[in-house]
T-cell receptor, first 115, second 114 residues
Framework: AQSVTQLGSHVSVSEGALVLLRCNYSSSVPPYLFWYVQYPNQGLQLLLKYTSAATLVKGINGFEAEFKKSETSFHLTKPSAHMSDAAEYFCAVSDRSFGNEKLTFGTGTRLTIIP | NAGVTQTPKFRVLKTGQSMTLLCAQDMNHEYMYWYRQDPGMGLRLIHYSVGEGTTAKGEVPDGYNVSRLKKQNFLLGLESAAPSQTSVYFC?????????????FGDGTRLSIL
């Protein structure tokens, strides 16, 4: 069964500093991978997705993620943190089988931005 | 531009009561999902549907039932609510006919069972 592990349930960075949120996946076949963001009292919004077209994926709000098969990782980065980035971030994996688009989510990482 | 709408947004129930959560999407999506979100556990899939008239069990289906009588609506029912079902419930939908399609989420229903 596929799964994702997010290292660090809480991450704090200073405004303007690099944001790095870690995600490792476990899958028997190359999966589809997603990053979602959740702001307080809201649903999840898609940040970016990996579909094998390119290993470096750019998303919204200046975020990007790099798929590394050798490390089974899909870490999320942003060069310079902004106060508005404070939220909870979820990594998710989806089976590549057509008609089986269930997502398996990680447990989330809460990002705090220090002024 | 409504997207996915969940009703109600908040609800408090007593143990043993029943209720139905409604999810409506206006994007003509084939697939719909119900998740629950609990602290430190991420989102867990309860039930899902791959089209009108179909439903299937997810990771944590016990104590819940669902129906998809119309393509745009997906109902989640609790027949006899238990305190363990206190959670935030999210509905999502996706296009479904080609992969990978991102899921679009509603804003959630916060349910407390006393």
């Amino acid at each position: 069964a596929q799964s994702v592990t997010q290292l660090g349930s809480h991450v704090s960075v200073s405004e303007g500093a690099l944001v790095l949120l870690r995600c490792n996946y476990s899958s028997s076949v190359p999966p589809y991978l997603f990053w979602y963001v959740q702001y307080p009292n809201q649903g999840l919004q898609l940040l970016l997705k990996y579909t094998s077209a390119a290993t470096l994926v750019k998303g919204i709000n200046g975020f990007e993620a790099e798929f590394k098969k050798s490390e089974t990782s899909f870490h999320l980065t942003k060069p310079s943190a902004h106060m508005s980035d404070a939220a909870e971030y979820f990594c998710a994996v989806s089976d590549r089988s057509f008609g089986n688009e269930k997502l398996t989510f990680g447990t989330g990482t809460r990002l705090t931005i220090i002024p | 531009n409504a997207g996915v709408t969940q009703t109600p947004k908040f609800r408090v129930l007593k143990t043993g009561q029943s209720m139905t959560l409604l999810c409506a999407q206006d994007m003509n999506h084939e697939y719909m999902y119900w998740y629950r979100q609990d602290p430190g556990m991420g989102l867990r899939l309860i039930h899902y549907s791959v089209g009108e008239g179909t439903t299937a069990k997810g990771e944590v289906p016990d104590g819940y039932n669902v129906s998809r009588l119309k393509k745009q609506n997906f109902l989640l029912g609790l027949e006899s609510a238990a305190p363990s079902q206190t959670s935030v419930y999210f509905c999502a939908s996706s296009y479904g006919l080609t992969a990978p399609q991102p899921q679009h989420f509603g804003d959630g229903t916060r349910l407390s069972i006393l």
